[in-house]
């Protein structure tokens, strides 16, 4: 019997742990289901006086962990829930914001109001109507709404020096969902306001940058963003397979530089077109750039490839808009330094494609020595490029045939015909300059288009 009564005991035992296992499993499954796929917190800070106000819109239902009172019908008991309210406020929000007065971390605020409010109330258009509702009288005891669709207002208090200090804002909110949007305003004491819109945890913003702290922040912004271009890497591998000499090389990166440096800040001080149509139509072009360059790689003759400095001039308007949009989401951190982040952002884009130069070039030339012919390795790599580009161009194609193509215009003409004219503006100052340093000496060494070396290198 001693036996028998183990083996039962082993077996009650087992079914408990397998019974504690899906028990844990769907508890996690339920628990990964609770997190909100997107919220969108908004918040407004004010500096006045000694004294810094933050008030805070953000939904229950991304406050996890904490117990809200409900009634029997699963409403929230909107008496009872004051306790609630302030615990989620300190823990999901206060704990999770460092505020920051020039580089001093304020100390922990002290919590003035809360309440809880219908997602219907429209208050957060002005600092003046979100702190008058947040201070207002609560919620009626008997209003009906479930936690998943109601909203939390608090009112938190910063002691600070001066409201005329430069302050910086850490918030750290990406765990109150999968995807969090903080939609930040900065309002000073003259009525002067500043929009913020933070994706996630987006690290130290600094609200009120100096011109070097926001130019230092756009320089390492250009520079990743070049790198973590694809599309725009492609196309100077593109570039660079026929030219691996300094001064043919050096004529066509200018070009290009010129090019996407104009439309770069055209577009960023909303000179572009401002439809929906146009970020698919230049990611478009911008494959079909590549796709040319890379057949013209295979196919082109030697003279056409030394006149690509004007090719590369005409393309670079295009990716000048493609930098643009990365551009455009980040103007917010330039403070009062629109013009130096322009500069500074177009500065890191160029030291990005330096450091891609100096490393293509000399793989190319260890490939094309050691590896493969010259003809051969070019024409291989060049395939490969065209085959993505072909893929990236009907792919986005497809996308840009989905909008409504634009009506033509007076007006739209005349936009048009101005960038064309820009462009031969350009071209023609670039034309003049090589024309006037590389034309060749009195001593007859030749120019460009008569450089024996780079006639050799076309013909291997």
């Known amino acids: 019997m001693g036996r028998e009564y183990t083996l039962r005991e082993m077996l009650f035992r087992l079914r408990v742990a397998l019974a504690s296992l899906v028990v844990l499993a769907l508890a996690a499954t339920a628990s990964a289901h609770d997190i909100p796929s997107d919220v969108t917190i908004h918040a407004f800070l004010k500096p006045d006086g000694k004294r810094l106000e933050l008030i805070v819109r953000a939904p229950i239902a991304a406050m996890r962990d904490i117990v809200f009172p409900t009634r029997d019908d699963n409403t929230l008991d909107i008496a009872r829930a004051d306790g609630a309210v302030r615990q989620a406020a300190l823990l999901w929000i206060a704990d999770a914001i460092a505020l920051y007065e020039g580089d001093r971390r304020l100390e922990a605020p002290r919590l003035r109001a809360s309440r809880i409010s219908l997602p219907s109330e429209r208050v957060y258009v002005s600092h003046a109507s979100a702190r008058a509702h947040v201070t207002a009288a609560p919620l009626p005891p008997d209003t009906r709404i479930v936690p998943a669709q109601a909203m939390m207002d608090v009112l938190f208090e910063y002691d600070i020096e001066s409201d005329r200090a430069d302050f910086s804002i850490d918030p750290r909110l990406a765990r109150l969902g999968v995807r969090v949007t903080t939609v930040l305003r900065l309002v000073r004491t003259s009525g002067a306001e500043r929009a ?265």
């Open 196 to 460: 913020f819109e933070l994706a996630g945890d987006p690290g130290l913003v600094r609200l009120d940058p100096r011109w070097h702290q926001a130019a230092w922040r756009f320089v390492a912004l250009g520079f990743v963003h070049i790198l973590d271009g694809t599309d725009h890497l492609l196309f100077l591998l593109c570039l660079v397979i026929p030219f691996r000499r300094l001064r043919p090389l050096l004529l066509v990166v200018t070009a290009f530089t010129i090019a996407h440096s104009v439309t770069l800040a055209a577009s960023a001080l909303e000179l572009a077109p401002d439809t929906l149509w146009f970020p698919p139509l230049v990611e478009t072009l911008i494959a079909a750039s590549i796709l040319y360059m890379a057949l013209e790689n295979i196919v082109g003759s030697p003279q056409l490839r030394r006149r690509r400095w004007a090719i590369a001039l005409g393309f670079g308007l295009v990716h000048g808009f493609g930098f643009s949009f990365a551009l455009r989401e980040t103007l917010q951190f330039a403070g009062a330094h629109l013009m130096t982040s322009l500069v500074a952002f177009n500065v890191g884009v160029e030291i990005g494609q330096v450091v891609v130069l100096l490393l293509l070039v000399p793989a190319l030339g260890l490939l094309f020595r050691f590896v493969v012919a010259e003809r051969i390795g070019t024409i291989v790599l060049s395939a490969i490029v065209a085959h993505t580009a072909w893929h990236w161009t009907a792919e986005r194609w497809e996308t840009l045939s989905k909008y409504e193509w634009p009506t033509v215009t007076a007006a739209g003409l005349a936009s048009v015909l101005g960038w064309v004219l820009a462009a031969l503006v350009m071209a023609a100052a670039i034309w003049l300059a090589r024309t006037i340093s590389w034309l060749p000496s009195l001593d007859g060494s030749p120019s460009l288009d008569g450089n024996p070396s780079l006639d050799r290198s076309h013909e291997r």
